[in-house]
């Protein structure tokens, strides 16, 4: 397989992400609400990115990834409780997400690879979350260096799953 290129997500990307986004949704669970009870552009562009990312193969979008500004609400609570850290400090790896066909090549590590190095470059602290259920997601990133820090029930997680682990990237 091509060797992926990452590279910001602009405008004309949204569409193709929602296709993607939709494609690779049964396999993987994310996102856990599906169909989403908001426009699927909406979950892509959010407010308070910092960034934003596609990765391409072929000229092919493939791949997404955000960082977010963890401004308020449920997530900057949970973070700044178990890190003891101001949401101004933290960056929030978020929508990182693969096409299925594609899934081998290296592309969500570009990916989520990118959106670290832009939290540090800002002097942010990398955060993510994940559905404890999305075990490959999870061991994936504990692979990586993750580490949980804690545990939280976001209002849209079903009762029946188990808490969201938040984790960071030391160092």
């Known amino acids: 397989m091509p060797e992926p290129l990452v590279r910001p997500r602009?405008?004309?990307?949204?569409?193709?992400?929602?296709?993607?986004?939709?494609?690779?949704?049964?396999?993987s669970g994310y996102p856990?609400?599906?169909?989403?009870?908001?426009?699927?552009?909406?979950?892509l562009v959010r407010d308070g990115e910092l960034g934003a990312w596609v990765a391409e193969v072929d000229g092919v979008v493939a791949g997404h990834a955000a960082l977010l500004h963890p401004a308020?609400?449920?997530?900057?609570?949970?973070?700044?409780?178990?890190?003891d850290l101001p949401a101004e400090a933290m960056?929030?790896?978020?929508?990182?997400?693969?096409?299925p066909a594609r899934r081998t090549g290296g592309i969500g590590t570009r990916l989520l690879d990118t959106a670290v190095?832009?939290?540090?470059?800002?002097g942010r602290v990398p955060v993510l979350d994940v559905v404890q259920e999305h075990s490959p997601a999870a061991d994936l990133y504990r692979r990586r260096g993750w580490r949980v820090?804690?545990?939280?029930?976001?209002?849209?997680?079903?009762?029946?799953?188990?808490?969201?682990?938040?984790?960071?990237?030391?160092?």
């Open 10 to 27: 602009v405008p004309a990307d949204v569409p193709v992400l929602v296709d993607v986004l939709a494609a690779q949704q049964a396999a």
């Open 32 to 43: 856990v609400r599906w169909p989403l009870p908001f426009p699927v552009e909406e979950f």
């Open 72 to 83: 308020a609400g449920w997530e900057a609570d949970a973070f700044a409780a178990a890190m």
């Open 91 to 99: 960056g929030t790896v978020s929508t990182l997400f693969v096409d």
């Open 117 to 122: 190095a832009h939290a540090r470059a800002l």
């Open 149 to 171: 820090v804690g545990e939280v029930r976001p209002h849209w997680l079903p009762a029946d799953r188990r808490p969201v682990l938040l984790m960071t990237l030391d160092g």
